[in-house]
């Protein structure tokens, strides 16, 4: 089995997970109870917070032991990882 990052955490990641999956259930609550736009518009922002701030820390993670592994091993492995990790830094910032 492939240890990730995440591995030894996995519990709170996955609560972190289900805190932001209740976040997006409260917008479609809120939607459904015709809540005022400002107030649907910053929970939005509250969501698209929180879920930025979980892809900082995957990421971090991802740079902290699957890319620092790989680089010490040398070879095509390292240059895949950190190909990998500029394309997914360069996804987050698109987004």
Known sequence: MVEH???NHKDDVLKRLRRIEGQ???LQRMVEQDTYCIDV???VSASTRA???FALQMLEEHLAHCVSNA???GGDEAALKLKEANAAIARLVRS
Do not use: K, M
Request: net charge positive; glycine share 6%.
């Open 5 to 7: 990052s995440y591995s």
């Open 41 to 43: 518009l910053t929970q």
């Open 71 to 73: 680089v010490s091993a």
């Open 51 to 53: 879920l930025q701030s």
């Open 24 to 26: 997006i259930r409260g």
